[in-house]
């Protein structure tokens, strides 16, 4: 398939996921476990990710600011901007995409090749919808708690980096982190992880209602699922970017 045949087949699998679900009360218990797995499971590796990559930051930038005349403080309000603007909402979303999107495209192509989606179909149940329509809005909803728990542990392991290192004192990274604080950058970065969340779960799904053949076609479409949200997710961004912070 080329891209517009993919383009238009991925059009009509969101009228379908979109539309009204049956019965609120099952929708509703769907989400929250969806919420649990999708993002309560992931809550380890964003803690584990977001320590290391906030410890990095602040230790090659107090490594890398040769210069006597730049402040040390400069130190904590880099580490603050790079996990608020992109390594909380970027690298994390990426870090999901793997994690996340691999588990549901594996879960919905396993469910299409054992024909349990035929079986839901049969019984008059819009499959898409009542599969993939909670993943959606599950994602959409914990994922900003996620980026907020990532910017808070970023900033605490470059704190705990420069501590520990003596690279630099508590008092100018704390007053770094203070510094030229701008609040719409938050407004920012959550419209990107809502965005991210979207394609996360959204194009996992497609690839995985659409697979044919066996558990080898569902791996390959898991591996496709990956790399395209990556991809899109690092679109997402520029284009997010450019529209939010021009």
């Known amino acids: ?28 218990s769907q989400i929250v476990r969806e919420i649990h797995k999708l993002g309560i499971n992931s809550i380890g590796i964003v803690v584990i990710i977001s320590l290391f990559m906030g410890a990095v930051i602040t230790l090659q930038t107090a490594y890398n600011m040769l210069n006597p005349l730049l402040p040390d403080y400069l130190v904590g309000y880099t580490t603050r901007e790079s996990m608020l603007l992109e390594f909380s909402s970027t690298i994390v979303g990426l870090i999901l995409a793997g ?24 019984m ?28 808070f542990v970023g900033i605490l392991g470059g704190l705990a980096a420069g501590y520990l290192t003596s690279t630099v004192a508590v008092s100018e990274f704390i007053y770094g982190i203070q510094y030229g604080f701008i609040p719409y ?34 791996g390959k479409a898991s591996t496709k699922a990956v790399v395209n949200s990556s991809i899109l997710i690092l679109l997402a961004n520029v284009i997010l970017t450019q529209i939010l912070l021009k």
């Open 99 to 122: 994690k996340v999107g691999s588990n549901i495209a594996s879960e919905i192509g396993s469910m299409r090749v054992t024909e349990q989606i035929d079986a839901l179909e049969i």
């Open 124 to 151: 008059g149940i819009n499959s898409a919808n009542h599969l993939i329509l909670p993943k959606i809005v599950a994602a959409i909803f914990i994922n900003p708690f996620l980026y907020v728990l990532s910017v």
């Open 185 to 218: 950058y938050i407004t920012y970065s959550l419209i990107k992880t809502a965005v991210f969340a979207f394609i996360i779960t959204a194009v996992p799904s497609y690839y995985g209602y659409y697979v044919k053949g066996g558990a080898l076609e569902v």
């Open 1 to 28: 398939m080329n891209l517009f045949e993919h383009v238009g087949k991925f059009s009509r699998f969101l009228l379908l996921v979109l539309s009204k679900p049956e019965k609120g009360k099952i929708f509703f």
